[in-house]
């Protein structure tokens, strides 16, 4: 069974590059028709779309957070890795990564 977990920084300086890795095992994210995905939640507001990456390696990001956003991943270690640039704190959420099967999330707060 495929299990995703993420990591990263738990607190983040305005406009600095949040980035978060997503760990997946139990399955390969090369595998044929899989998309890896990215949400998150902010405090008392619903789950937002931020991108994914496919089996490709082909992305797909929201219009909202296009020009901010970058996804890759390393196909040696079976990780995707987010990186969200210029933050806010409006930027300050629990981010998922998400393929079927959800992660735990992780809160990451931008503050200085």
């Known amino acids: 069974q495929v299990q995703l977990q993420e990591s990263g920084p738990g607190l983040v300086k305005p406009s600095q590059t949040l980035s978060l890795t997503c760990t997946v095992s139990g399955g390969s994210i090369t595998t044929n028709g899989y998309y890896w995905n990215w949400i998150r939640q902010p405090p008392g507001k619903g789950l937002e779309w931020i991108g994914n990456?496919?089996?490709?390696?082909?992305?797909s990001y929201s219009p909202s957070l296009n020009s901010r956003t970058s996804i890759s991943r390393d196909t040696s270690r079976n990780q995707f890795t987010l990186q969200l640039s210029s933050v806010t704190p409006e930027d300050t959420a629990v981010y998922y990564c998400?393929?079927?099967?959800w992660g735990q999330g992780t809160l990451v707060t931008v503050s200085s």
């Open positions: 990456i496919a089996y490709s390696g082909s992305t």
């Open positions: 998400v393929s079927g099967v």
